[in-house]
């Protein structure tokens, strides 16, 4: 996924996770508080996928299993329409091929946080980070995973500060640091 899209549909991601979240685990609503929808009008569902497009890409990996981009852009597809454990097993497929590729790792990393595979997601997030330590996509999911899934607020903190700090670029860091002001501002457990 290009940059910019990927950090986008991640934002999207971690506001459907957060969401999610707060039914799922009752310490949630305790560490951080929902973030705010940061989608854009009219795309709060899966998104529309060109059928033609997706045969073309099941066709082209029908004849060639090991295709990258072919599996690449069937993952990206699968996840934009919320099919995340598809989306995940596809991104599998195409580590297969390219084992290093930090961004196909990290999209499989946000797929299986959304599949409530939160220790596989910090698996691959690890790796993601291991490789290239300021990967904006690897900082985002992983203090998502970190805070919602572990309630690690102090991980989540450093992953998402690390985040500001390497990418201050980014438009959509307003909502990171609000989360980040959040996690801060939360009594400590004893």
Do not use: C
Not at 92 to 102: F, G, M, W, Y
């Amino acid at each position: 996924m290009r940059a910019a899209s990927a950090v986008f549909l991640i934002l999207g991601t971690g506001v459907g996770f957060f969401g999610m979240f707060k039914y799922i685990s009752p310490r949630a609503a305790d560490i951080v508080k929902p973030i705010p929808q940061f989608v854009p009008q009219g795309s709060t569902a899966a998104a529309q996928v060109d059928p033609a497009l997706v045969k073309q890409l099941e066709d082209t990996l029908q004849k060639d299993p090991k295709n990258f981009a072919a599996l690449q852009e069937l993952g990206n597809i699968r996840y934009d329409e919320r099919k995340f454990a598809e989306a995940a097993s596809i991104y599998a497929r195409a580590l297969e091929v390219q084992p290093d590729n930090v961004d196909v790792r990290a999209d499989r990393g946000g797929s299986l946080l959304q599949s409530n595979r939160v220790d596989e997601a910090i698996t691959e997030l690890k790796t993601v980070l291991a490789k290239d330590p300021t990967h904006p996509q690897g900082l985002f999911i992983m203090g998502i995973a970190l805070a919602q899934g572990k309630g690690d607020r102090e991980g989540a903190i450093a992953a998402w500060k690390k985040l500001v700090e390497t990418h201050p670029e980014l438009p959509e860091l307003d909502i990171v640091k609000q989360q980040i002001k959040q996690l801060e501002e939360q009594p400590r457990r004893k």
